[in-house]
């Protein structure tokens, strides 16, 4: 089946500074990339989401790229804020596997002041 | 429009019991999957339902089961309570179900935790 890498577990940056988690996939199949942020006692809140024809979405301060090739895809937060301290969670959809997430390990993002 | 909502927020078992879990989707939306989190496995697929019937199915034993309702609304249950079970199990809605990249999204959660 699916499997997914996340990296890092952690990430400590000053407020201001950017930050990239990145994810890596096995199923040359799967076709939708979403990120969620989970905050504590929270469910997960998806925050951006690309599809497998599309390299590279923005939206704000947020923004997603995918290489399918080297089968891998990025997070990237610019400007952080103490508020987007969370835990960002990536996940991969497979064609034929219905609504199947299979997600990454989670980077626990802490932004400082 | 109101979000996914799981019913109880929170519930303490003892081995051996079952529980019974609600989720109710988003106005709409056909499709529910339910996800166990636990800090050990992380995030793990469950079930989906879809129209009432089961869809798709994660590795989980049989003491998993679920069920759909024909107002989308569904239910988890879990039978004969392990110590292990004890986890955030979250159910996530999504609009029609029928496409592999419908975006899903996700209620609050329920902690389970087994005693």
């Known amino acids: 089946g699916e499997n997914v890498e996340q990296h890092p577990s952690t990430l400590s940056v000053q407020e201001g500074d950017s930050a990239v988690i990145k994810c890596t996939y096995s199923d040359s199949a799967s076709n939708y990339f979403p990120w969620y942020k989970q905050e504590l006692g929270k469910g997960p809140q998806l925050i951006i989401d690309?599809?497998?024809?599309?390299g590279e979405k923005k939206d704000q301060r947020i923004a997603v790229t995918l290489n399918k090739t080297a089968k891998h895809f990025s997070l990237h937060i610019t400007e952080t804020q103490p508020e987007d301290s969370a835990v960002y969670f990536c996940?991969?959809?497979?064609?034929?596997?219905?609504?199947?997430?299979?997600f990454g390990t989670g980077t626990q993002l802490k932004v400082e002041l | 429009k109101a979000g996914v909502t799981q019913t109880p927020r929170y519930l303490i078992k003892t081995r051996g019991q079952q529980v019974t879990l609600s989720c109710s989707p988003i106005s709409g939306h056909r499709s529910v999957s339910w996800y166990q989190q636990t800090p050990g496995q992380g995030l793990q697929f469950l079930f989906e339902?879809?129209?009432?019937?089961?869809?798709n199915k994660g590795n989980f034993p049989g003491r998993f089961s679920g069920r759909q309702f024909s107002n989308s609304r569904s239910e988890m249950n879990v039978s004969t309570l392990e110590l292990g079970d004890s986890a955030l199990y979250l159910c996530a809605s999504s609009l029609a179900g029928m496409v592999s990249t419908d975006t899903q999204y996700f209620g609050p959660g329920t902690r389970l935790t087994v005693l």
């Open positions: 996940a991969v959809c497979t064609t034929g596997g219905g609504n199947k997430l299979t």
């Open positions: 339902y879809f129209s009432e019937t089961q869809r």
């Open positions: 690309i599809r497998s024809n599309v």
